[in-house]
């Protein structure tokens, strides 16, 4: 396993094309703070299948385009999700993805 991002005080770890973040003593509170919207759980599992831009993530939990931003900001946070910048039809698209394929909990 090689460690391949630091993220506060997680790690992020690849195995097998596999994304693991550890998370410990303050981070867990933040951690799960972002999992406990259940928007944001399902942004996750929407994420999961693949990349998608803010106004079609948007579209797809039939939710405002700015309370999208707003939920995919904390799980960025938090590193759970990342995106980029990318031209579109009218501007620039800002395309989303999940960070992580599997989170650990450090109990300390």
Known sequence: MAQIEQNYQDTIIE???SRTVIVSGKSVEGVASALKSETRREII???RKEP????RLAAELK????NVSAQIQQL???GLVK???EPGGHGVRKICEVNVDRI????E
């Open 63 to 66: 939710q405002t385009e700015a």
């Open 83 to 85: 995106s980029r910048y």
């Open 15 to 17: 195995s097998d094309g």
């Open 45 to 47: 599992r929407i994420l």
């Open 52 to 55: 998608l831009d803010v106004s």
């Open 104 to 107: 650990v909990i450090e109990l």
């Open 76 to 78: 960025q946070k938090v």
